[in-house]
Every structure is written in structure tokens, then in C-alpha cells.
């Protein structure tokens, strides 16, 4: 049974000291209660307290964090089944796999590739995250050059993938202290595997097939001391794909296994299907997912989906309001009134760009909604117009008095224009033809 935050901090020893990143002990207890942080973050608790409180306040799932730096990032500390009873935290990391066979060429291609790789959609900056090492070969010195070869061209976040204890201690050499993931403990290697994660401080992958055996295997990894575990169930299939991880969640989530607790792996290159395996794993709860490097179109569709599925369902993407310049404008540039959600500001400023007319966007605080659902909703209103004209000076801005509305806020056109004194145009519906609209109507006008 879940702890009341009093009864948590009944058992805290008070000392407010901070070092578990909150400014009191209450605080902590408070996070600890609603499941958002782990109870080994109190430097100063006795195993007794921790026993009591960590089977029931740590997150169900447990934040792993893998390499380190700028490129990091962090997995696990999910708390929902579904996406739309609350929303994914932290999106899986996607990793491009390079053989220690390749030529130091082409592994030092893909590295520069995922280091410098940018794709901006609704404002973000969407990257892959790091490259994984498989030791193909069998020796340790070609998997260490190949690993130096990646050392050498990017401070990225790395899986070391081997299940040879040599292979891996010659790699770590050049960079445990990055704190790779390690790929994998099995039944047969978990002690050394272990011993070798334990060192260097690095996350480990625990790889068996069957939820019994992986969370035996998960438990034993843990009585070794490895709290930072990965979990690989080796799937078959893509359905055996998604049938293992949703129950891997549910058992974890539910708290009805602890020791299933933690991030999953995939790796999709096992499968025929390895845009579908991607897509699969993205939404249907992997953490980790290691693909060989994709083709411009998968790659697209892959960052594009993991950036919509770990965006809260709750609160849409919302641009400051304000006023946005597209290109240079002059004096008699067009100011064109919009809504601040993202998707409808990017993909207006993406058509306004390649008309190449330069106009201002004047983006009003309609809380995120679309056009139609502002209008509908009385966000997009005559008052707000007239205010965001005042607040941002457009007066001073432009020689002229007009703006050009949304073609789905037309009825508000006559309000606008008593409420504000600015002439109004009905601009399209859609965003497409406002290129065609400034040339045929803007550019035309008497
Ligand atoms: Fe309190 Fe422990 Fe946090 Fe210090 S580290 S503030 S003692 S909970």
C-alpha cells in the first residue's frame, strides 16, 4: 500500500541538508509519496527506512541515465500505460549500430552523421542520440580500435554491445569513464558483467528471453549491486514484441513486479520490418532502440513520430505570443494575425517563407488552440486582437492599418474591425495559399 508524504517523513532523517536535490526533507518525502523520486537519493537513510520506503515510493520504472554531458539522456521513470492518461516522460533514445568490422571510415561516417544530424520540426531540434558498438569480430582489440574510432569523432552517449568480458574491459579502457550502456548480462556472464558495470559506474542491459527469466536474471544483476538496469527480452517477433513489453509495463507499472522495473531494449535491426520495429518500439514503450543507421526518409518519420508521441496530450504545443518577423519587412509589409499553436505557426511561417513576400506574424494568446477551436471556443476574440496590437506596437511597426485574419476567422471580421479600427482581409483557410493570397490580393490591393 502506497505511503501517505507524513508517514514518509515520519521515517526521513530530517537533516534538510539537500543533497537529495530537494530543498527540505518534506519536500522530498512529498516527491517520494507521488512516485517521482528514489528513495537512494538520501545519502543518510538506514537499509532499514529503505527497505520500508523503496518497494512502494520509487518510480515503478527507474530513471537510468546513459553517458555523459551535453548528449546524455535519460530513460525509464514512466508512470502511465497510456499516453493519454497522462503522458510518456522521457522519450527513448534511438541508436545508430556500427560493426567493430566496419572500415574506421564508415564507423567514423555514421559517429559525424548522429553528432551533427539535426532535423527542426515545431521548433525543436530532433537528433539521434548515440551510436552502438557490436563486437562482430570476437576480439577485443579490433572492438577497442573500432570504440576509439567513435571516441575520436563525437562525445555521444554509446552502447558497448558484447557479451565477451575481455572485449568489453579493452573498450572501457578508452571510455568507462563516458558510462556507456553495456549490452549484455546473460545467465552465463552476470557476475563478471556485473563486476565490470560496477567499476566504471556504467548502466547494464540484462538479456533473456521470457518474463520469468528476465526478472530472475534482474534480481540477480541487483543482489550484484547494479541498480542501473536495462532490460533486453530478446523478442522473436514484432508481436512478441509488443506483447512482452506491454506486459513488462503493466507488471512493472502496477508494481505488481519490482524487479521489472526498469527501461526495455530493443533492437530492431533483428527484424525484417525494422522501420515498422522503430515504430513499434517507439510507441509501444522501449527505451533504448538500436537500428542500423537509417535511410533521410526513415529517419524523418522516426524523430517525427517519437517527438509526437512524447509531447503531452494535455498541453499543446504553444509558441510565445508576439510579433514575428518573416524576412525583412518594410513598412508596408502584411501583418498576418494567428493563433499560438505551434503546428499552425511553423507550418504558416513555412508557406510565408517560400512566398517570399516578408510580412510580420502577429501570434496571439489563444492558449494553444487551433484557429477553429479558438474561434469556436471564443479564444480568438476581437478584445485579444485589439490588445496584442497595443501591447506588441504594431502602430509603430507599419505605415498602413490592416490585418489579414484566418480564413476560419472570418465571422470575427466586422468585431475586429469596430473594436480595433484596423481594416480587416479574410485571408485562406488554408495555410497552402497564403503565398498565392499576398500575391493575388495583398500585393494587388488599391
Ligand atoms: Fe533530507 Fe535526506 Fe534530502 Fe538531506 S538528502 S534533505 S536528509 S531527504
Redesign the pocket.
Known amino acids: 500500500m502506497a505511503l501517505k508524504a507524513l508517514d514518509i517523513y515520519k521515517l526521513?532523517?530530517?537533516?534538510?541538508?539537500?543533497?537529495?536535490g530537494?530543498p527540505?526533507?518534506l519536500t522530498?518525502?512529498m516527491k517520494l509519496a507521488g512516485g517521482k523520486a528514489d528513495v537512494d537519493?538520501?545519502?543518510?537513510?538506514d537499509e532499514k527506512a529503505k527497505s520500508i520506503l523503496g518497494a512502494t515510493t520509487r518510480p515503478p520504472i527507474r530513471l537510468v541515465k546513459i553517458g555523459v554531458g551535453e548528449r546524455s539522456f535519460a530513460v525509464g521513470e514512466e508512470f502511465v500505460l497510456y499516453r493519454h492518461d497522462k503522458t510518456f516522460y522521457h522519450p527513448p533514445g534511438i541508436i545508430f549500430a556500427v560493426s567493430d568490422s566496419q572500415a574506421p571510415e564508415e564507423i567514423a561516417d555514421v559517429t559525424i552523421r548522429v553528432r551533427d544530424e539535426t532535423f527542426t520540426r515545431i521548433g525543436s531540434d530532433l537528433r539521434f542520440n548515440g551510436i552502438a558498438i557490436v563486437n562482430t569480430s570476437g576480439s577485443p582489440e579490433v572492438f577497442a580500435r573500432a570504440v576509439a574510432t567513435v571516441e575520436e569523432n563525437a562525445d555521444l552517449p554509446l552502447v558497448l554491445i558484447t557479451e565477451n568480458v575481455d572485449a568489453l574491459n579493452a573498450a572501457l579502457v578508452q571510455v568507462g569513464s563516458y558510462q556507456p550502456l553495456i549490452h549484455a548480462a546473460t545467465r552465463v556472464n552476470f557476475r563478471e558483467m556485473c563486476a565490470v558495470a560496477k567499476k566504471h559506474n556504467c548502466p547494464l542491459v540484462v538479456k533473456a528471453q521470457g518474463i520469468e527469466n528476465l526478472e530472475a536474471l534482474a534480481k540477480d544483476c541487483l543482489a550484484e549491486g547494479i541498480k542501473k538496469l536495462v532490460l533486453d527480452p530478446c523478442p522473436q517477433s514484432l508481436g512478441d514484441y509488443i506483447s512482452t513489453a506491454t506486459a513488462l509495463r503493466q507488471l512493472a507499472i502496477t508494481r505488481a513486479a519490482p524487479d521489472l522495473g526498469y527501461p526495455v531494449f530493443l533492437d530492431a535491426a533483428c527484424f525484417c520490418f525494422q522501420d515498422a520495429a522503430i515504430a513499434l518500439g517507439i510507441v509501444k514503450y522501449a527505451s533504448v532502440i538500436v537500428t542500423p543507421p537509417l535511410l533521410p526518409e526513415s529517419s524523418k518519420a522516426a524523430l517525427t513520430l517519437r517527438q509526437n508521441i512524447y509531447t503531452d496530450p494535455q498541453k499543446p504545443i504553444q509558441m510565445n505570443p508576439g510579433l514575428y518577423r518573416v524576412g525583412t519587412p518594410g513598412k508596408d509589409a502584411p501583418v498576418l494575425v494567428t493563433v499560438n499553436f505551434s503546428l499552425t505557426f511553423f507550418t504558416l511561417q513555412g508557406y510565408l517563407e517560400s512566398s517570399r513576400v516578408p510580412c510580420f506574424m502577429l501570434i496571439i494568446d489563444t492558449e494553444g488552440l487551433s484557429v477553429l477551436t479558438a474561434v469556436a471556443a471564443g479564444k480568438f476574440n476581437e478584445t485579444l486582437v485589439r490588445d496584442s496590437l497595443k501591447k506588441f506596437d504594431i502602430e509603430n511597426e507599419v505605415s498602413h492599418k490592416t490585418l489579414i485574419i484566418p480564413g476560419y476567422a472570418a465571422p470575427l471580421s466586422g468585431r475586429i474591425e469596430e473594436t480595433t479600427g484596423w481594416k480587416v482581409l479574410v485571408g485562406p483557410r488554408d495555410a497552402a495559399e497564403i503565398g498565392e493570397y499576398l500575391h493575388e490580393v495583398w500585393q494587388k490591393r488599391g
Not at 526521513?12 to 537529495?20: A, G, Q, R, S, T
Open positions: 526521513l532523517p530530517k537533516k534538510n541538508c539537500k543533497e537529495c530537494d527540505t526533507c522530498f518525502a537519493l538520501c545519502p543518510y537513510l
